[in-house]
T-cell receptor
Framework: AQSVAQPEDQVNVAEGNPLTVKCTYS??????LFWYVQYPNRGLQFLLK??????LVKGSYGFEAEFNKSQTSFHLKKPSALVSDSALYFC??????????????FGKGTTLSVSS | DGGITQSPKYLFRKEGQNVTLSCEQN?????MYWYRQDPGQGLRLIYY???????QKGDIAEGYSVSREKKESFPLTVTSAQKNPTAFYLC??????????????FGPGTRLTVL
């Protein structure tokens, strides 16, 4: 069964420090991977995606993610965190041969808290 | 949130009532989705539709119903059979086809509370 795991419920970093939000996946075929961000009482905003190609994907707001096939991971990173990055982050996957058509499977989310 | 509207923003339901959540998109997307979000559980798929007049159940379809009579609209009805409907409901849409997979765009959400 396809699944996504975000092992940390919360990540705390100081402003200006690098941040990493972890994600691992399990799919039967080639993975299509996504990161989204959600601010309180709002919808999700797309950050970046990995379909194929370079393992380092650059996205919105200075975020990037590294795809690692051998470790089945897709960690979200940013070199220098901002207080405004504080939000709920979701990793999602779509299996190319998934049962749910084009729908995404989401992780449970990681709350990022950046302190000033 | 641009391009997808959900209404109302807040909805209160009495026990035994059916309520309908609206979702409209002007992005000309083929596919539309409904997710339910509960604290600490991420998003779970309720229903999805890839074409007008066709839709498929997701992981938690029991107690919910949908229709897709127009490409732009995908309303969700929460029926009295849904035992615990209090949650944040998110609608999304995406393009289908092409050589790469396209991301989903989300609406602002509807928060449903059972009184």
């Amino acid at each position: 069964a396809q699944s996504v795991a975000q092992p940390e419920d919360q990540v705390n970093v100081a402003e200006g420090n690098p941040l990493t939000v972890k994600c691992t996946y399990s799919v039967s075929g080639n993975p299509y991977l996504f990161w989204y961000v959600q601010y309180p009482n709002r919808g999700l905003q797309f950050l970046l995606k990995y379909i194929t190609g370079d393992n380092l994907v650059k996205g919105s707001y200075g975020f990037e993610a590294e795809f690692n096939k051998s470790q089945t991971s897709f960690h979200l990173k940013k070199p220098s965190a901002l207080v405004s990055d504080s939000a709920l982050y979701f990793c999602a996957v779509r299996d190319a041969y998934g049962q749910a058509g084009t729908a995404l499977i989401f992780g449970k989310g990681t709350t990022l808290s950046v302190s000033s | 949130d641009g391009g997808i509207t959900q209404s109302p923003k807040y909805l209160f339901r009495k026990e035994g009532q059916n309520v309908t959540l609206s979702c409209e998109q002007n992005l000309n997307h083929d596919a539309m989705y409904w997710y339910r979000q509960d604290p600490g559980q991420g998003l779970r798929l309720i229903y999805y539709s890839q074409i007008v007049n066709d839709f498929q159940k997701g992981d938690i379809a029991e107690g919910y119903s949908v229709s897709r009579e127009k490409k732009e609209s995908f309303p969700l009805t929460v029926t009295s059979a849904q035992k615990n409907p209090t949650a944040f409901y998110l609608c999304a849409s995406s393009i289908l086809g092409g050589s790469t997979y396209n991301e989903q765009f989300f609406g602002p959400g509807t928060r449903l509370t059972v009184l």
